[in-house]
């Protein structure tokens, strides 16, 4: 696990290829094993392959430029009616980091592209994919195979002096 962690990085350049089906529902089990406040399992995803919508998206949102050349993009929602606490997007994130791990441990590149909590991008997200109000989009994880394996190369980002042990 430690090897997966240490190897992920955000991928900004796809290849061509196609993301295996197969592979598409490993991301999405990995997604929902996320751990979530009272197991309330507050999620929705909506898979991406239309190559117009994800033109579209990188069009219409200055940070989402790599979706012209993902193949596939997975947006993670939050249902509405499955929140019950506060601590939701805390899940998001877990099913969005799961999603982001699997997809190295997978061979693919991927990016976490944020969109909650910031309005205008969220209405955006809202009004390209037909989310309805009882959702709520959160992120969008831009994956595929990279153009450079290379993405893949251990960087130590460990730093003792941000650590602190039983008090500050």
Known sequence: MLEIINNRR????????????????????????????????PWAFIVVTDKNLLFKYAEEVKSATMLKEAPL??????????????LYQQDLAAATQNILLQATSLGL?????????????????????????EAEPFSTIALGYPK?????????????EV???NRW
Not at 21 to 34: G, N, S, T
Not at 73 to 86: E, G, Q, S, W
């Open 10 to 41: 955000s991928c900004r350049a796809f290849s061509s290829q196609e993301v295996e089906k197969e592979k598409v529902d490993l991301l999405l089990r990995a997604a929902m094993q996320a751990p979530s406040a009272h197991n309330e399992q």
């Open 73 to 86: 993009a997975i947006v993670v929602c939050a249902l509405r009616d499955k929140i019950k606490t506060p």
């Open 109 to 133: 590149g991927s990016c976490w592209l944020g969109v909650a909590p910031r309005a205008e991008r969220m209405e955006q997200v809202r009004a390209l994919f037909n989310i309805p109000e």
């Open 148 to 160: 450079d394996n290379s993405i893949f190369n251990f960087r130590d980002n460990f730093n003792p």
């Open 163 to 165: 650590i602190h042990y």
